[in-house]
């Protein structure tokens, strides 16, 4: 294994760790930010719902820009915006500046997480063994921290410029630095390989429906978690409202776990294995939290949550590359956006079906979504001779004939 190669899988694991600092910092400060600008409850919902939809155009925007602009280029360059952009959050007064901030940073997320995942799965390929995961165990890792900053921010009751600008001051240009060791494509240095990425080969969208599937249903149950295990914790499980804060961190700690490992259980089982070994385990924990007499039990079903889930994305991912490896890039991008549709679906849709029937009931929807993984997993195969429902995997000659090639 070269130097390039090594230097460029740890460059890329510190980005995707940087990218779980920032996005933690975010989303644990929500009251805070709503209470700095005067957000009402009613108008909350359409500013976090903006930043995974400009997400989803930053996705697909990229999938037309890395024809022309590599992918090391683009990370490159919208990290730092992202960082920024989260100062511009913290440092504004008005509403229209974090209208402003949010849109940026939603756009640069988009391009963000389709161009670190791009990377990743060109490195997987140069290495030729799974070290898929272990990038999103970074960004778990970064999360754990974000939100370790955020509650030291809080406990201090710390203005939010406050406690962004001295994570802004030390990311920022470690980022920057540490983006001359990306590599693109087969193991090439950023800039060195003059092959347009995703030349080769042209999407055939419907080949790739399945794996959007897998991608949409893991974010829900992730979003779920996310956002409704406090709540659920202590309205229906009845714990101290000190109590309904552990279920997340247990969440991102297992997840963390889960990742670290997780590419030596597809190296030594496969990854159909280990997908399915992950479906069962996230729809046995919804099961656990839906049936949990106590807070103690739940916390269990709320563990196995983050061991199950947290395979699922970065072999999606991985699958997809693997699916189209003359035009991974393209995949990986539009495969991204289904991301954004999870966490848009999960949330309300938990939400609604608590008000309407009940919570224990709400989470068995994403325990059944989860299983629908189980169906397709037979398109996470490092060479699968079949794809999906028994249709046939496209040869690379007929990729991109017909109507359907997009």
Known sequence: ??????????????????????????VTRIPAIQDRYGVSDALLPAFLAAVPILAGVGSVTTERLVKRVRPSLLLRWSQP????????VGAGERMVELGIALAALGLAVGVLDASMNMLGVSLQRSYGRSIMLSFHAAYSLGGIVGASLAWVGAH?????????????????????????WYVDDRGGA??????????????????MLPLCLVMTVAYIGDSTVSNWSAKYLQDVL????????????????????GRAI????????????????GALVAAGGFAVVAGAPGAWVGMLGFTLLGLGLCVLVPQTFAAAGRLFPGASDAAVARLNVFNYVGF??????VGALGDLWSYRGAMLVPMVLVLVTLVYARSFAAQPDRYGGGHERPRTADVGRGSNGL
């Open 262 to 277: 997780g590419d030596l259980g597809v190296r030594r089982f496969g990854a159909v294995a280990v997908v399915r070994g």
């Open 1 to 26: 294994m070269t130097d390039v190669l090594r230097r460029g899988r740890g460059s890329l694991a510190f980005s995707f760790l940087v990218q779980g600092v920032a996005f933690a910092l975010l």
């Open 344 to 349: 848009l679906i999960g949330s309300p849709l």
């Open 238 to 257: 009845g714990s101290s409202e000190q109590m309904a804060t552990v279920p997340y961190n247990v969440y991102m700690v297992t997840t963390l776990l």
């Open 81 to 88: 915006v992202v960082l920024l952009a989260l100062l511009g």
């Open 156 to 180: 201090w009751h710390l203005a939010l410029w406050v406690s962004y600008l001295p994570v802004v001051l030390v990311l920022l240009p470690a980022v920057l630095v540490g983006s001359r």
């Open 190 to 207: 950023a800039g060195e390989v003059e092959k347009p990425a995703g030349e080769g080969q042209v999407l055939v969208f419907k080949w």
